[in-house]
């Protein structure tokens, strides 16, 4: 099989023209939106061309399928509010290209996908998170976007084309490319790299509750200020986790929120957000119980209270070894000493692949590691560089 | 003279009454507000009932005058949003007492005020900065408050009873008497406070611009995260400062906004308040140059962009040797070993009238250091001895 890099380009940059907005190559094409449907619908003309058998699901999952029973290659074409051109339309396109190739060149039958709803309109990558069998349709039909319109309200608007769900069994396994969404390959010398894990998440909101107080009254020593709480908390955090963490490992404070939030008022309380990312649940679980014990900490040594919610989580996913394998020697090959293995730190539908059949990523640089922004772009030598890649790791499986 | 402590705290619980609200003894009684107006007009007959020739002047301020030429006793009757029975309210009933005692007595006039919108529904100790001529009557007219409404539309509610500005010359100086508002006298056995000096305030806004970016895919050496930099920038001040600083120096952050304020995302931009109050011009220079030089080392060190906005500030007033002289001497004869020499860190009206004569000021305790809000209070106790500490004051001065 030869894949056609210019081919695949065009439809690139043709797929960008359903929702080009804002700035560069900007992209609006929200979940169901009419830009995405009609997306799909091209994407699903462009399948068919091809000798694809076209089929959505009743979530609105679209299929380009070549064979009775093959590999899955595919991503989502879905975007953020405020996209960029490649986030999941580059594995789409390349899931195209790499099928319509097989046909072309009568090799074992290849299918494609575009998962829907990846980027969380309503749910977290919610097409291939009911396909897969965690999240029932019905469950996902009473969610709502931010403004109020159920997922069940904006299906019905694809409800003529919608067909069953596919049996997993027709897949032999689901490999899925995309930009890397940080700046790691583009900060090195590799432009490949072989996802080893999609990482866990745990999330979970604390809060410092002192006492609020006159900012011009209250001598210092008598203060129960909760943004110094904060403050004394983050930096211990940093300095305890240093002898636990990896290189990879990751930990934010995002969302802080102050109460009364005055500039002549001490805080009285403080509310804010913890997130920890690795791919070990052994480390996750340890982050956790530093996190919890610093905070208790912090809370006795300044007589305030602390509130811990519940953690929330999404295990880690490790990919699989032979997918894992036939990416690394395909990538040796196409871009020798120019590859690495690396951990995903971003969630992708591959996490719910996961669990129906064997599953492995590939990442290609981000420019400036920009994602989820209009600005958002990868050298064209790098998207048909990891075109060559994947279609070689395809050929040695189907 | 004889000051009645019956009637004074009679009067105090009187005035209560007009916008009693919220919990306790829980005031809503805004500037030119019908509660105000109400109140005033009753403090008016009060003083009338006592001898006292009564005086609104344009912008509001009532005045019980007891002679030609007197001393000036008082505070203010309007509240904050959510204010408790004392605050003000406390100062202006006990000048009521004084005056009308001394009035009782045949001895030397005293007279009372309660200023205008002290609390700031259009702009900070209104009435009495007015009256000082710091701010002129026709900028005043323009302030607005949260709803819209200008001090112009407000105080037409009272146009009626508007006589002219009295010149300053009428009074040989100005006493308040207020509570703390904070804890320093409720937390020791100290019953007295008298003020050495309203304490110069310093605010100012600081940004610090990092780099926005995913909280999964981003590593932690390659972040530039602005709520880091705001927690090194806090830890590394409270260090510096500690050499500097007396124990009646206060510093806060009380005012933060992370942009985008998102838990998945790392926090590309913060802006927050930093505020600081002292008695000494020349401390609150030096902090100043701290804080400068600091919010630029951290981000230089950090790779980020600090935006430091022009510092705003009200000076420090000392208070008047003598007022102060006489204070300390009826404190120590009413309360000996009780009472301490402090500064005050909220701002007074007693701020404006040093411009325009000798002042002095008189704390009592705050239970709890609470103040505007519903649950301020000081025991019965503490009231009148506070009142009787500024009767005997005037007795030596009138």
Redesign the interface.
């Given at each position: 099989m030869m894949v056609n890099a210019e081919r695949f380009l065009a439809d690139l940059h043709k797929l960008r023209s359903f929702g080009a907005a804002g700035s560069g190559k900007g992209v609006v094409r929200r979940a169901y939106s009419e830009a995405d449907i009609a997306a799909r619908a091209w994407l699903a003309s462009r399948m068919k061309e091809a000798g694809l058998e076209v089929h959505y699901d009743p979530i609105g999952n679209l299929f380009g399928l070549g064979g009775d029973r093959s590999v899955l290659v595919g991503s989502h074409s879905d975007t953020q509010p405020e996209g960029g051109w490649l986030d999941g339309a580059l594995g789409v396109i390349a899931g195209l290209e790499i099928a319509r190739a097989a046909k072309e060149a009568g090799a074992a039958p290849v299918s494609v996908v575009s998962f829907q709803d990846e980027e969380g309109r309503f749910g977290v990558t919610t097409g291939s998170d009911v396909w897969s069998g965690h999240l029932s349709l019905q469950q996902a039909d009473d969610l709502a976007d931010d403004d109020g319109v159920t997922l069940r309200e904006a299906r019905a608007r694809m409800a003529d084309l919608a067909a069953d769900f596919l049996p997993h069994e027709r897949f032999s396994g689901f490999l899925e490319m995309h930009i890397?969404?940080?700046?790691?390959l583009d900060?090195s010398d590799d432009r490949i790299g072989v996802v080893s894990d999609i990482?866990g998440?745990r999330?979970m909101r604390i809060s410092f509750a002192g006492r609020q107080?006159?900012?011009?009254?209250?001598?210092?020593?008598?203060r129960q200020?909760a943004?110094?709480c904060?403050?004394?908390f983050?930096?211990a955090l940093?300095a305890r986790l240093a002898s636990l963490?990896t290189?990879?490992?990751?930990?934010?404070?995002?969302?802080?929120?102050?109460h009364p939030?005055?500039?002549?008022?001490?805080?009285g309380r403080v509310t804010f957000?913890m997130?920890w990312?690795d791919r070990d649940v052994e480390r996750l679980r340890q982050m956790g119980e530093i996190i919890h014990d610093l905070a208790q900490e912090v809370a006795a040594e300044r007589g305030v209270e602390a509130v811990l919610e519940p953690v929330m989580g999404i295990e880690p996913v490790p990919m699989d070894a032979g997918l894992q394998a036939a990416l690394a020697t395909s990538a040796e090959a196409a871009a020798p000493g120019q590859w690495r293995t690396m951990p995903?730190?971003?969630?992708h539908d591959a996490s719910n692949m996961a669990a129906v059949m064997p599953v492995a990523m590939l990442f290609v640089p981000s420019i400036g590691?920009i994602?989820?922004a209009f600005d958002e772009d990868t050298d064209e030598a790098d998207l048909t560089l990891g075109l060559k890649v994947l279609a070689g790791a395809v050929q040695t499986l189907a």
């Open positions: 890397e969404q940080g700046p790691s900060q990482v998440i999330d107080n006159h900012a011009g009254t209250t001598p210092m020593h008598l200020d943004f110094q904060l403050s004394a983050n930096a940093n963490v290189p990879t490992t990751v930990w934010t404070i995002g969302h802080v929120s102050l939030n005055a500039s002549s008022v001490v805080p957000s997130q990312r995903s730190g971003a969630l590691g994602s989820h």
